[in-house]
């Protein structure tokens, strides 16, 4: 069984160009998570998706971050436009709400903003 | 005050050793707890999950949870080289999302 699919694994860009990361949740996997990891700052949660609805997106750092979970097999978050201090990894989890509550996690997008 | 709080460590025990790692967390009405580990370059993954007062124990791994203390431990008992990892905390907190501690870099000297 195929796991939480992120895309791209490795992403360059210069500063003020925009950036688009992409996750495939496990197949019925209700909830999304998307978290940026930093070594200043540790795993951030930025939003939290439940059936395709945003139940939470406190964490979203500012305007230049959006995330859309158009349907239940796809999910994108959006740096536009992009700047320096956005160099991370960003992970994608996914699990089955209120069966156990655990989260799995995709590979991550490692973002180097020039 | 964080949501969710560890000694970011870093913590170094010989092989053989107990390692005590440890997070308090904040929101009184969180009921699941997760310990991941994540390895240099890598994502987290499971070790336990622990959802009432008391030890849990899986393997060399003991999970102890106080929600009185607002208190979650992870023990890891004949440390091994290869546990050498960063050990992250996470909590479900009450609206249900995912917080995660800063974590602990651990590293087992052979």
């Known amino acids: 069984d195929a796991g939480v699919i992120q895309s791209p694994r490795h992403e360059v860009t210069e500063m003020g160009q925009e950036v688009t990361l992409r996750c495939k949740p496990i197949?019925?996997?209700?909830?999304l998570f998307w978290y940026r990891q930093t070594m200043m700052r540790g795993l951030e949660l930025l939003i939290y998706?439940?059936?395709?609805?945003?139940?939470?997106d406190s964490g979203m750092p500012e305007d230049r971050f959006s995330a859309k979970m158009p349907n239940a097999s796809f999910s994108t978050l959006k740096i536009q436009p992009s700047e320096p201090r956005d160099s991370a990894v960003y992970f994608c989890?996914?699990?089955?709400?209120?069966?156990?509550?655990?989260?799995?996690f995709g590979e991550g997008s490692w973002l180097t903003v020039v | 005050q964080k949501e969710v709080e560890q000694n970011s460590g870093p913590l170094s025990v010989p092989e053989g050793a107990i390692a005590s790692l440890n997070c308090t967390y904040s929101?009184?009405?969180?009921?699941?707890f997760f310990w991941y580990r994540q390895y240099s370059g890598k994502s987290p993954e499971l070790i336990m999950s622990i959802y009432s007062n008391g030890d849990k124990e899986d393997g060399r791994f003991t999970a102890q949870l106080n929600k009185a203390s607002q208190y979650v431990s992870l023990l890891i008992r004949d440390s091994q080289p290869s546990d050498s990892a960063t050990y992250l905390c996470?909590?479900?907190?009450?609206?249900?999302?995912?917080?995660f501690g800063a974590g602990t870099r651990l590293t087992v000297k052979p």
């Open positions: 998706f439940n059936n395709n609805v945003p139940i939470d």
């Open positions: 929101d009184r009405v969180s009921q699941s």
């Open positions: 989890a996914t699990r089955l709400e209120n069966s156990g509550n655990t989260i799995y």
């Open positions: 996470a909590v479900n907190s009450g609206n249900n999302d995912m917080r």
């Open positions: 197949s019925g996997h209700n909830s």
